[in-house]
């Protein structure tokens, strides 16, 4: 679908009906889209002084969350049906392998226990002792099949909580709306947490437009989550968000509020933006945030110690685009004195096309730091020498 179709789509009576299949047809042409390179421009990337970046791998399509066992087998996630498990030594992917093929969006992957979990949309699967079975992976146990099954915001980035729960997000099901059947945002626009076997699963926040990264902070083990904006207000408002979860229940305020300052003009009346939990930090307007993680490894200068790394996919629905970056953000551990910066950026082209779009981040057990890019089907990995 050309982009000029896509925004009239946007902008047609039906445009709420219209967004869900416009949104899927194009991240489905930017996925399929096959990169004009013969390699990678990976000079292109800037980071700070004695950061150095390389490619990993570039043969991992639509790659998007990361996971690493404790035996150093990375697994990730993609768009395209597929699970790929990457076995690292010294830096370097040694084999890969596709453990999992044929599912729903397979976004989310998560490691615990010996076993690795999978975000499909309507159901959570697990592979048990997969490290040990690469080559003949194990038959997928079905965790739960009772999820929402819409795929407008129904990918899902998954992670275990300190507390031994996997943390499950639903986005909402819409540009933005209030579903009739879920007036408390207790099944859409929320961050829900279950027990490892799928069982009680519960709402700890509400509110969340679509959070697709989140981590807990090294030190307070609160839980810290990105948010994407809502669309069609323009190009600068509202603010995608880097949030803190202090106490299970919180209320961030989707659809009511966005951005911390933006009462939306349809379900704002009413609802002001001050009761609602403030964001730590707002991260910019429809920089698509993804994955995030603190940084805690030994390779990087002392500064960047429990620093946020974010992986911004960037924007396809503004008129100048933004983000396809990585940013880094520093916070004290109670969410206030946030600073962000520019960490990695080259990925997005002088004249506004792409070669790259990352994805998320993960900190390696080295110090050094992956990167997923979907766009390129590739993971670079940073490194830091004086």
């Given at each position: 679908m050309p982009v000029s179709a896509l925004?009239?789509?946007?902008?047609?009576?039906?445009?709420?009906?219209?967004?869900?299949?416009?949104?899927?047809?194009?991240?489905?042409?930017?996925?399929?889209?096959?990169?004009?390179?013969?390699?990678?421009?990976?000079?292109?990337?800037?980071?700070?002084?004695?950061?150095?970046?390389?490619?990993?791998?570039?043969?991992?399509?639509?790659?998007?969350?990361?996971?690493?066992?404790?035996?150093?087998?990375?697994?990730?996630?993609?768009?395209?049906?597929?699970?790929?498990?990457?076995?690292?030594?010294?830096?370097?992917?040694?084999?890969?392998?596709?453990?999992?093929?044929?599912?729903?969006?397979?976004?989310?992957?998560?490691?615990?226990?010996?076993?690795?979990?999978?975000?499909?949309?309507?159901?959570i699967v697990r592979l048990d002792d997969i490290d040990h079975h690469l080559d003949n992976p194990p038959k997928a146990v079905v965790v739960t099949d009772a999820l929402p099954a819409e795929r407008h915001h129904g990918?899902?980035?998954?992670?275990?909580?300190?507390?031994?729960?996997?943390?499950?997000?639903?986005?909402?099901?819409?540009?933005?709306?209030?579903?009739v059947s879920d007036p408390q945002r207790m099944h859409f626009a929320m961050i829900g947490r279950m027990d490892a076997d799928g069982s009680h699963y519960e709402t700890i926040a509400r509110g969340v437009r679509n959070s697709v990264g989140f981590a807990w902070h090294p030190q307070t083990h609160e839980l810290?989550?990105?948010?994407?904006?809502r669309d069609l207000l323009g190009d600068d408002v509202p603010d995608d968000k880097l949030n803190r979860l202090s106490h299970t229940g919180e209320d961030?305020?989707?659809?009511?509020?966005?951005?911390?300052?933006?009462?939306?003009?349809?379900?704002g009346a009413g609802h002001p933006c001050s009761g609602f939990t403030p964001p730590v930090a707002r991260l910019g307007a429809h920089v698509a945030s993804l994955g995030m993680r603190f940084y805690s490894g030994p390779m990087f200068p002392a500064d960047y110690a429990n620093s946020i790394f974010?992986?911004?996919?960037?924007?396809?629905?503004?008129?100048?685009?933004?983000?396809?970056?990585?940013?880094?953000?520093?916070?004290n551990p109670d969410g206030t004195n946030a600073r962000q910066e520019v960490f990695a950026q080259g990925w997005l082209n002088a004249d506004e096309t792409q070669w790259g779009r990352p994805a998320d981040v993960l900190p390696l057990t080295d110090g050094s730091l992956l990167i997923s890019d979907d766009y390129a089907g590739a993971i670079y990995r940073v490194t830091y020498s004086k």
């Open positions: 925004f009239s789509a946007l902008r047609a009576p039906a445009r709420r009906q219209g967004l869900v299949a416009a949104w899927l047809a194009f991240t489905a042409v930017l996925l399929a889209a096959p990169l004009a390179w013969a390699a990678l421009p990976i000079d292109r990337i800037k980071l700070p002084p004695g950061f150095h970046i390389e490619v990993l791998t570039a043969d991992v399509p639509a790659a998007r969350e990361m996971a690493l066992s404790s035996n150093g087998i990375l697994y990730v996630g993609s768009f395209q049906g597929d699970v790929y498990a990457l076995e690292l030594k010294n830096g370097k992917v040694g084999k890969r392998h596709v453990v999992a093929s044929g599912l729903t969006m397979p976004v989310g992957v998560a490691w615990h226990n010996g076993a690795l979990y999978i975000s499909a949309v309507s159901s990918w899902k980035f998954i992670a275990f909580g300190p507390d031994g729960k996997l943390y499950v997000p639903q986005g909402a099901p819409c540009n933005v709306c209030l579903p810290w989550f990105t948010d994407n904006g961030f305020g989707f659809p009511y509020c966005h951005g911390g300052n933006v009462a939306d003009p349809e379900f974010i992986a911004e996919h960037g924007s396809w629905n503004r008129s100048k685009k933004i983000g396809y970056r990585v940013v880094r953000v520093s916070a």
